[in-house]
């Protein structure tokens, strides 16, 4: 296969072709100019996902129609001219069809997509129904007075949710991107002037102008007869009429900067002191996107990449560096152009000039001096797992859908997602180091550039003048750098076992089982084995120690959980840091996670087929040979920490402390790690608490699922035997403590602050209570999650107007046999007493009458459909079957094998006895608010 893709690549490069579309995928188009995709696929039985694409968006609005774009989305569900009001959303409840979940929309700048996922195509007029939805999504969106007033709040609180900091800080970006473009007038959302002023024959004039067939497509893909569905297409769909004298599209153009553009992104809620240098490249032209050449100028730039991140990651290890951490991410600002961002975090606010100077001299060094082969090998590495992270062995119905779309609004090739990662693939191996530098300089040097600090308003004059930053960057120009290339180590996975266990009398290798063995050294090993699975993963290693912070020093225990920070985040083996694990070609397709946890602590590891061996001899070397990394590195991960927790404290962090503390009743295992308990850290605390936690082979027990054969069980057995054992190396008391809520009664914590940008209250009304962690209970959840969290939308944000998103759910602590169900949101504070009181009221009324029949019918045929539709899409997934492999094991709970059954068990009366059950319980409300 992979000979014949490099041919085929070989020959369209040479003469720049346009790669083929694929030839299972229908594509047509209708007289009044609607396009369509039809494809049928096998991997989704008896369902198909409907979606319809608008090529319009924000930039298609006039300065007084900011966010009708996106206020006419939300329009969508509350009525069209066959489904008035929200008869929309029941229909398809009815079939298990659920909004938010296999039914949601979103507006950008440049497009409008909304779908329906999941249809099950359980008769030829319930899928007629479902494509006359799309047509009326197409032309006939009602947009009535009432259902427009009452979307007026909801959206209000979407708009309210922007002075949050990750998204006050994407639109600070996008401005300073889209410098002198429409694009920095359109946020999406628009202003709330718009969208509580708007008449309602201005949104049907925007919608009746822009929304047409001819900027339209419909992509149907899944388990469907493609001739029959082409017809229904096309005879529900060609009685919409083209438009007379349809508006034009203007092309918004993004101003070329001519010079380097130096503006700072200043902003109160801008806590975090960085430097951001841009560098903006051309996106390359709708008509070259279909063709071989633009997954070459992906590949090259995956690995260009690399090879700086990895110039510079390396910098900060450096004595006298003046970053303490440095991101390097690229990607695509839409199809407008490629940006590679550098985000440099100084060492101190005194180091601003010298973190300017670091890049421009690190970037000048690789621009003149190249880079070492080395260097390429291993950008190359990690470009290659990038390009085949998810690696496809399905491909679902949704990424089909994403091709189509990419296909009908950008022009790429309509290709399977599986090929296009195989042709990436083959990109970056074929690379070569000439290719590689001349597009470095591309991306770096002949490029636009926007150099930009990050700060708190209050501290700009700390900054460098625009005048000095470009004198640093022409004395960095005019003196020369020698060359320096990094170093790269192999390493050594070799281990010897003692050979003391034989796989003689295993079962057959394709046979499904398990099996349990315990080992003179008390480790105990619990294999799931699985017959073989079509997965990039096919062993997952989890070994769990009876430890945790029970076996923590606890008369430091702060400063003992601290160093289990350091311990997950950095430790290696054999002097290889955790980083040179991650990037080498022997280890970085072994994926492993430490944790050290209140109950326990946990080693996970997941690889491929060919990787089993070297993961195996990862998990016994970390364990025997453990590497803390540096005491440089150590003491850098100190003061990163204690700089941020010595700064000055939000009023919101001081309330998340306040809460902790009420919620787990001040247990010291939940206690606030401060800036002294960091500072109180050295190696001596760190080999100790890994020694506590991971040095006793009697106190664990290895959970493995695979499908591999008696070859590599073998060697994993003779791993667990060979591991040490200790005796007696814990004495006196482990206190083991609760890990769960432990609040008792009707507790209130209510916060109210000075105001910060606007007004909000964040609000949560927990539910603790004991459960008998019972199979039938896990099921009683699931239904009475899906009807509350209906009832909270329909009353909290549809009647009340008074949040974007409120949930409710519930979590199950097995180890303490309770459970805890929330009701979550966030308002306008004077709506706040209002939707706390309809919170409760609609628990107490669960309680008292439990749910409507037609409720408990739609979860229960909806929680069935999940049921199968996660059985199908997870059926490979040997993490998902080695959780619930060890949940039956360590609690007796196996749920999801009886789901069906149990949910035809399940009654209306056990939902209102659980609710009831809840309701008796302790409670917690907590409303932090800023006013």
């Known amino acids: ?92 409840e009815k079939d298990g069809v659920r909004f938010g979940y296999n039914v949601n929309a979103y507006t950008s700048r440049t497009e409008t997509v909304y779908n329906i996922s999941a249809v099950p195509l359980v008769r030829k007029t319930f899928v007629d ?93 899944g388990d469907i007869d493609v001739e029959d569905m082409e017809k229904r297409v096309a005879d529900i769909f060609s009685k919409i009429p083209a438009q007379k004298n349809p508006a034009q599209k203007e092309t918004y153009a993004v101003p070329v900067l001519e010079e380097p553009l130096f503006e700072n992104m200043l902003h109160p809620m801008v806590k975090v002191n960085t430097l951001k240098i841009i560098h903006k490249q051309p996106f390359p032209a709708r008509e070259e996107r279909g063709g ?205 076992y003692p050979t003391v266990f034989a796989m003689s009398t295993a079962p057959s290798d394709t046979a499904s089982y398990m099996q349990k063995h315990s080992f003179p050294n008390g480790a105990q090993v619990s294999r799931f084995k699985v017959g073989q699975v079509r997965a990039s993963n096919h062993m997952v290693i989890k070994a769990v120690f009876d430890t945790g912070f029970r076996t923590l020093p606890q008369d ?45 602590s946990t080693i996970t590891l997941t690889c491929g087929k060919d990787d089993a061996f070297k993961a195996i001899n990862m998990l016994y070397l970390t364990l025997t040979e453990p590497y803390f990394d540096t005491e440089r590195n150590l003491e850098r991960f100190k003061t990163s920490q204690v700089r941020t927790l010595e700064k000055e404290r939000s009023d919101r962090s001081i309330y998340n402390e306040e809460n902790r503390r009420i919620r787990y009743c001040d247990s010291p295992w939940r206690r606030e790690v401060t800036a002294e308990h960091f500072k109180a850290i050295d190696m001596d605390l760190v080999k100790e608490v890994f020694d506590r936690s991971f040095g006793d082979a009697g106190r664990m027990t290895l959970y493995v699922c695979d499908d591999l054969g008696m070859k590599e069980c073998s060697h994993l057995y003779n791993m667990a035997a060979s591991l040490p054992a200790a005796e007696d190396r814990f004495s006196g008391k482990e206190e083991k403590l609760p890990s769960w809520p432990q609040y008792r009664g009707r507790r209130h914590h209510v916060r109210k602050h000075a105001l910060r940008t606007v007004p909000k209250s964040e609000v949560s009304l927990s539910y603790k209570f004991d459960i008998r962690l019972k199979d039938e209970e896990y099921v009683i959840f699931d239904i009475l999650d899906y009807i509350m969290d209906a009832r909270c939308m329909n009353q909290i944000r ?112 056990d939902i209102r006895r659980m609710a009831r059950r809840i309701t008796k319980g302790d409670s917690l409300l907590s409303v932090y608010t800023e006013k």
């Open 1 to 92: 296969m992979l000979c014949l893709l490099l041919t085929v690549i070989t020959c369209l490069t040479a003469v720049g072709q346009r790669i083929p579309d694929d030839p299972g995928t229908t594509i047509g188009k209708l007289e009044n100019g609607l396009t369509y995709y039809l494809r049928h696929n096998p991997e989704n039985k008896g369902c198909a996902d409907f979606y319809i694409i608008h090529n319009v968006g924000a930039l298609q609005e006039e300065d007084n129609q900011n966010g009708l774009a996106h206020f006419l989305e939300h329009m969508a569900f509350n009525g069209t001219e066959r489904y008035p009001d929200k008869t929309i959303l029941n229909f398809l």
């Open 556 to 600: 430091r225990m702060e400063s003992a959980r601290a160093a289990a920070a350091y311990i997950t985040r950095y430790s290696g083996f054999r002097n290889y840091s955790r980083k040179e694990l991650k990037d080498s070609p022997e280890t970085g397709n072994i994926n492993m996670m430490m944790e050290i946890e209140r109950d326990e």
């Open 129 to 221: 129904s479902v494509l006359f939805v799309l047509h009326d999504w197409s032309c006939a969106i009602s947009c009535e007075q009432d259902a427009l007033d009452a979307e007026r709040g909801v959206i209000s609180e979407e708009w309210r949710r922007k002075d949050e900091p990750r998204a006050l800080m994407a639109e600070l970006q996008n401005n300073l991107v889209y410098k002198g473009a429409k694009h920095t007038e359109r946020n999406v959302v628009g202003t709330l002037d718009i969208i509580n002023g708007f008449e309602r024959q201005e949104i049907l004039d925007f919608y009746h102008k822009w929304y047409r067939p001819d900027l339209q497509a419909i992509a149907v893909v």
């Open 798 to 909: 549809e009647a009340r107007g008074g949040t974007y998103s409120v949930t409710f759910s519930t979590e199950v602590f097995p180890s303490g046999k309770i459970a805890e169900s929330t009701i979550a949101f966030q308002t306008r504070p004077e709506m706040k007493d209002i939707l706390v009181e309809d919170a409760g009221r609609l628990m107490e009324e669960m309680a008292s009458e439990g749910p409507t029949e037609a409720e408990f019918e739609n979860a229960c045929r909806y929680l069935a459909k999940r049921h199968q539709e996660q059985n199908e899409r997870f059926k490979d997934n040997l993490t998902r079957k080695l959780e619930s492999h060890m949940m039956k094991e360590r609690y007796g709970i196996d749920h999801q094998s009886e789901y069906l059954r149990l949910l035809e068990k399940t009654s209306r009366k």
């Open 292 to 496: 071989m050449g633009f997954y070459k100028d992906m590949a090259l730039r995956y690995i260009a990449t690399e090879i700086i991140k990895e110039r510079f990651n390396r910098e900060t290890e450096k004595d006298g560096c003046p970053a303490k951490h440095i991101a390097v991410v690229t990607n695509k600002a839409s199809s407008d152009f490629y940006t590679t961002m550098f985000t440099i975090s100084p060492k101190s606010e005194a180091l601003q000039e010298e973190v300017l100077e670091l890049h421009a001299r690190e970037l000048k060094r690789v621009l003149d001096h190249g880079f070492s082969d080395d260097e390429l090998q291993a950008a190359k590495f990690q470009a290659g797992r990038k390009v085949n992270n998810g690696a496809m062995e399905t491909v679902r119905n949704g990424d089909w859908i994403k091709s189509c779309i990419e296909h009908f609004l950008r022009g790429e090739a309509l290709i399977s997602p599986a090929e296009k990662k195989e042709i990436q693939a083959v990109m970056v191996a074929e690379a070569t180091a000439g290719e590689v530098s001349e597009y470095i300089r591309k991306m770096f040097a002949d490029c636009e550039k926007i150099y930009s600090y990050t700060i708190d308003q209050d501290k700009a004059d700390i900054l460098p003048s625009e005048a000095r930053m470009k004198e640093i960057l022409a004395q960095v120009e005019a003196t020369p750098v020698p060359p320096s290339y990094p170093e790269f180590q192999k390493i050594d996975l070799d281990v010897t």
